[in-house]
């Protein structure tokens, strides 16, 4: 049986038919810490129950916590209730051969973004510099280290305790030569490194389209930039023509000279018709 039939069955047992429909595709697994991520008008200490048979039945998973709705502050934290298990938050998160140290309650962290950190880690090209304006604990910037040929990853957090766990996932991940951690306002980082990257990554949806005109002028001539966003649809309309003219409007407000747009995707829907998307530019300055 897998983790999600044998999921599905512990919530079935404890929540009832109906209830447990609305709730198994809302647990996910951060390292040996299962999240639960409570509905909207739910008491979280409801879930209780529902944790202590994760605990108790699926294996790896030590401590469970329920996620309180609602992405908060600059830093993008959960805020968590403690379920059952250990009363601990941080744990050893793994994906694409890279493994991180991370807290949930002090850094973002989020598994519905495994498939664009190792799909922007093989777009990278040997001798890339490469600036990851919104790094959290480090994620894209360590995976590029290891699966890609960078000469220099510039990583760039805001928060205190992204910074630290950044920090120490570049030791754990040995790619101190490659991986340089930077505490501060990426607008700020952009400044510095004007005119010498090949590739900036923004995956922070909220500050993208204001920073977008501080990661053209990081790049050197021309260069690649993955742009996050999330967008809200109209009826009829499609997520993806939505992206484009967002993105359109925004390069000719930053007189952005010429452009190609040489990938869009969906990566989950955020809302209703509201999408997290990904725009992959070439910009020629
Ligand atoms: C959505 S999270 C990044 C996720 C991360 N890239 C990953 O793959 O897990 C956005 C991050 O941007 C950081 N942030 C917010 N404002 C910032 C700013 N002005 N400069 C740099 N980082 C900022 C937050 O602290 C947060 O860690």
């Not at 973004?113 to 894209?140: D, S």
């Not at 004007?194 to 005109?213: C, I, K, Q």
Request: hydrophobic share 40%; proline share 5%.
């Amino acid at each position: 049986m897998t983790r999600g039939d044998l999921l599905k069955r512990v919530a079935r047992e404890v929540l009832g038919e109906d209830f447990a429909r609305r709730i198994w595709r809302r647990i996910e697994f951060i390292g040996d810490i299962a999240l639960i991520r409570s509905p909207l008008n739910m008491n979280p200490e409801e879930l209780r129950p529902l944790g202590e048979e994760i605990l108790n039945r699926i294996p790896h998973v030590k401590s469970v916590w329920a996620s309180i709705p609602g992405i908060e502050g600059p830093y993008r934290l959960r805020r968590h209730v403690w379920l059952a298990g250990e009363q601990r938050s941080e744990t050893l998160y793994r994906e694409h051969g890279c493994v991180f140290k991370v807290d949930i309650n002090r850094v973002y962290i989020s598994p519905s973004l495994n498939y664009e950190h190792i799909r922007v880690a093989r777009l990278v090209n040997p001798g890339e510099v490469v600036f990851n304006m919104f790094a959290g604990a480090g994620l894209f910037s360590i995976i590029i280290a290891k699966h890609s040929n960078p000469s220099r990853v510039y990583s760039v957090d805001i928060n205190p305790d992204a910074y630290y766990y950044m920090v120490e996932n570049i030791k754990l991940n040995h790619v101190e030569d490659k991986v340089h951690p930077v505490l501060g306002d990426a607008k700020d980082v952009a400044s510095k490194l004007s005119s010498s990257v090949n590739r900036v990554l923004m995956p922070y949806p909220e500050l993208a389209l204001d920073y977008l005109p501080y990661a053209v002028d990081s790049l050197k001539n021309s260069g690649w930039v993955h742009v996050y966003l999330h967008v809200r649809t109209e009826r009829g309309e499609h997520w993806r023509t939505k992206a484009l003219r967002v993105i359109s409007e925004r390069l000719a407000e930053i007189s952005a000279r010429s452009y190609t747009v040489s990938h869009v995707r969906k990566i989950r829907n955020v809302g209703p018709r509201q999408h997290q998307v990904v725009v992959d530019l070439y910009i020629a300055k």
